[in-house]
């Protein structure tokens, strides 16, 4: 019964779209502060659903304390100081509520959905939950314990070293050089004081903004969440953040028991405006490296010379960093060849642009694939909070597929050849030391 609701969500979310629901962004006033509302209500199922995000409370602004945001999310999911983590966890699952708090780059997040007759008691246990969290030192252990040993098993997770090491290649002296869990020693730094400094700066009112969804009544459900939101301070506006990719192409190969060689790279890429820009950006991502096979790298590397079985690399755009990343896995022997064509792929991909029948298979693909992300209510909600994000329409996901419509081949390989920045490739490795290296 725990996660009913959401099961019903994800089984019968194909169809949300038969139904027409509201849609918009409203501001909710509380204390004079305007709280941006992202929200649709569908009658299709029985079911609600609340999340609440605060910006800033993410581990991008973790300072020195690095894992707190981390720490922070799962104390948050150990229940109240009244009930501890297992008496209100079973609370939750005897009304098949389920209830959960994460955090992103920049975001913390309580999560909540429910079957409509219980939306009274579900609201008051995620209020209950952020008046009365169970700070206590026993819980900081526990959390301590599970994140070091997560951190521990990490050890032998040859991508996830890979992956982090190239961050800290790419994004050195940026919070974006750490890992999100965390490291061993500063995990065991991290305070009960300073998760209680961490959520008081960061659960208030300027940093809110709430998204709900379903068989709802919003102004019903926004009335509900009125004594928790009056309890929070108006507290500031999070600081806005931008980093920029290491232009410096690196190298940094770790070497490990393996036998497989796990090559992860990435570079910088220079995005002006990412309403006028990131159309063309995800076309090219898509014939570049992200759309699997039939893209430039995985036709070169696997279905050409069978060096890996994957091969990939996307273009991600956002407000706070814009780069390129992918990553292959290969055999030792085939380590070198692999990097060098990596490198050989992106320069005469951004030499010689594309031609007409990939610019067409991808548009095919995009303009038919992108409406199927957005038939469920999650899907949708999660569209528009992100757009109102970044600054965007809601509906811009819609615009965007007007203009890969429109694109031309001209206008995608004009826009190519000025993405030189894409060749100052980072590599991070993880491998296998070679017998004459051994001696």
Do not use: C, W
Request: proline share 3%; glycine share 6%; no cysteine.
């Amino acid at each position: 019964m725990k996660n009913l609701a959401l099961v019903l969500l994800l089984f019968l979310g194909v169809q949300m779209n038969a139904s027409t629901p509201k849609d918009a962004v409203k501001f909710y006033e509380i204390k004079n502060v305007k709280i941006p509302v992202v929200y649709e209500e569908s009658s299709l199922l029985p079911t609600g659903f609340v999340q609440l995000v605060f910006l800033g409370g993410g581990n991008i602004n973790d300072g020195d304390k690095i894992g707190l945001s981390k720490i922070a999310s799962n104390l948050l999911n150990e229940g109240t100081k009244e009930l501890g983590a297992t008496k209100f966890a079973d609370l939750l699952e005897q009304k098949a509520i389920n209830l959960n708090v994460k955090t992103g780059l920049e975001t913390l997040n309580f999560e909540l959905d429910y079957l409509k007759d219980q939306q009274n008691t579900a609201i008051k246990l995620m209020s209950d939950l952020i008046k009365s969290p169970n700070l206590t030192e026993g819980a900081l252990k526990k959390v301590q314990t599970q994140i070091t040993s997560a951190l521990l098993n990490k050890q032998n997770d040859f991508d996830y070293i890979a992956s982090v090491n190239l961050s800290s290649l790419l994004f050195k002296n940026t919070p974006l050089a750490n890992p999100a869990l965390g490291t061993l020693k500063g995990i065991q730094n991290i305070s009960l004081n300073d998760v209680k400094k961490y959520l008081q700066e960061n659960l208030t009112l300027k940093r809110l903004i709430i998204i709900l969804g379903g068989d709802i009544n919003t102004d019903k459900t926004l009335s509900l969440l009125k004594p928790l939101l009056e309890t929070l301070e108006i507290g500031q506006e999070t600081k806005i953040h931008h980093y920029e990719a290491n232009s410096t192409p690196q190298e940094k190969i770790t070497y490990k028991d393996t036998q497989q060689a796990y090559v992860y790279f990435g570079s910088p890429f220079k995005l002006k405006d990412l309403k006028s820009e990131s159309y063309k950006a995800k076309v090219m991502s898509f014939i570049l490296g992200s759309s699997g096979f039939g893209s430039r790298l995985m036709e070169e590397i696997r279905v050409k010379r069978g060096l890996a079985y994957s091969a990939y690399l996307r273009v991600s755009t956002s407000n706070i960093v814009n780069y390129t990343t992918g990553y292959l896995q290969t055999k030792l022997e085939n380590q070198k060849e692999s990097v060098e064509l990596v490198k050989k792929v992106v320069d005469e991909f951004v030499k010689k642009g594309v031609t007409q029948e990939e610019l067409d298979s991808a548009k095919n693909f995009l303009l038919g694939s992108e409406p199927l992300r957005n038939e469920t209510l999650s899907q949708r909600l999660y569209t528009k909070f992100f757009n109102f994000y970044l600054g965007l329409p809601l509906d811009f996901d819609k615009q965007q597929l007007e203009q890969i419509k429109n694109l031309t081949l001209e206008d995608l390989n004009n826009y190519i050849k000025s993405h030189t920045e894409i060749k100052n490739l980072t590599f991070s490795i993880v491998t296998q030391k070679s017998q004459k290296d051994k001696k």
